[in-house]
């Protein structure tokens, strides 16, 4: 055997050595692989279960808003009430927030949509693009 030989034999070795020493302690690592994965979709499973709770509670509160804005309209149209500045200011800014809905829902039919929200994410332009409901300042 010459020089050049021995030298990969040198490192063949300890490769050998290094992948046998690595299973080794794999298999006798104190952390439980199939635990800590449960744990970590547990994890990813309570907080997609809050943000989607969330998520039905901005609805229903938009919709209990839409409907009282809707009742002032309607009671207006019928002379029953003369509507105050805030309750003008209420019902225009439920309007607002009505197109919003309608935006989004254009918004979420399009290609590309994931992209188009992450750019209002990333300029910071929730409050002029969601319902109020959803805007958490």
Not at 24 to 50: G, H, T
Not at 83 to 93: A, G, Q, T
Not at 98 to 114: M, N, R
């Amino acid at each position: 055997m010459d020089k050049k030989d021995k030298i990969i034999m040198k490192y063949l070795k300890t490769f050998e050595s290094f992948t046998t020493n690595e299973t080794m302690d794999m298999m006798f690592m104190p952390v439980d692989p199939i635990s800590a994965a449960d744990d970590l979709y547990s994890d990813f499973y309570q907080e997609m279960k809050k943000k989607v709770i969330k998520f039905i509670d901005n609805i229903k509160n938009e919709g209990k808003e839409t409907k009282e804005a809707f009742n002032l309209v309607v009671k207006a149209s019928k002379d029953e009430i003369e509507l105050s500045k805030e309750e003008r200011k209420k019902i225009y800014d439920q309007l607002k927030d009505v197109f919003k809905t309608i935006g989004l829902t254009l918004i979420s039919l399009l290609p590309g949509d994931i992209l188009i929200f992450l750019l209002i994410k990333f300029f910071k332009a929730e409050k002029y693009v969601f319902p109020s409901s959803f805007v958490t300042e």
